[in-house]
């Protein structure tokens, strides 16, 4: 961690990757790669972890809004990647969410706003950055663009921008 100029760095966790700050910046959540502690987890961000959201080394990507955690999962190796959802301290316990109750297949996640996240995902053959407008009710996807290696999406602080790496 480190001030805007890049004073005051600090390593704050080790073996973890893929941080990101909640918005007060009081917490982190962070993918953890230690043996005895492997998959998503949230911590105070100059402190001891809280809680394991998943187990699952394959869980990842997180982004953080003020109302929830949103990341993407791969149970197996044969099985497609999904958008989840977790509130608040429920522990280990995730939502999966979706237009019609089927879940949404995608990654990377990132939210827009409090309720809106924008993924990389494939419907049907159509590659490309999807927008919700609903995560609570599922509702609404928009694909924004076609092209397959739009990934890792980025919103601008207003909400109004999205870019891809």
Known sequence: MANADGSGRERIKEEASQPCLSPDGAEITYRAWRANRRGLVVAYTLGPDIWTISPLHEASRPSVSTLGIAFHLRKDLESPVHIYLSHGDKGAEVIRWGDQQ?????????????ERLVYKGCE???CGLYLTDSVYDGTGITQLTYDVTDTNPEVSP????VSSQ
């Open 102 to 114: 089927q879940p949404i297949l995608g990654e990377a996640p990132a939210w827009v706003s409090a």
């Open 124 to 126: 049907r053959a159509n």
């Open 158 to 161: 207003d909400g109004k921008k």
